[in-house]
Nanobody
Framework: QVQLMESGGGLVQPGGSLRLSCAASGRIFSINAMGWYRQAPGKQRELVATITRVGSTNYADSVKGRFTISGDNSKNTVYLQMTSLKPEDTAVYHC???????????????WGQGTQVTVSS
């Protein structure tokens, strides 16, 4: 199985920056994509940003121009640099990974436990 470990959340003032990291470990044959979703209280989980193994990225409209996703394939790690943070960015941010654990396993999605990001003055 694939395990995801997130880090980097916290409390930040509006306009501030944070960097999230997520490392995949365990039994990994191949990773197709990694990324971040978020869930605010009382709301559904929503896409923030994803990146494929070849570097193609996808962002939610609400974070374009403010957030940057990047990855290090050699470390099975994905990063999310968040700038110009707004109170509406407050949520639990979950790391996501689409991967195969063995050559013959099906490709499936894996999720991290989440890290809290709070934007408040």
């Amino acid at each position: 199985q694939v395990q995801l470990m997130e880090s980097g959340g916290g409390l930040v003032q509006p306009g501030g920056s944070l960097r999230l990291s997520c490392a995949a470990s365990g039994r990994i044959f191949s990773i197709n994509a990694m990324g971040w979703y978020r869930q605010a209280p009382g709301k559904q989980r929503e896409l923030v940003a994803t990146i494929t193994r070849v570097g193609s990225t996808n962002y939610a409209d609400s974070v374009k121009g403010r957030f940057t996703i990047s990855g290090d394939n050699s470390k099975n790690t994905v990063y999310l640099q968040m700038t110009s943070l707004k109170p509406e960015d407050t949520a639990v941010y979950h790391c996501y990974c689409n991967a195969k654990s063995t050559r013959y396993a099906i490709t499936r999605d894996y999720w991290g436990q989440g890290t809290q990001v709070t934007v408040s003055s």
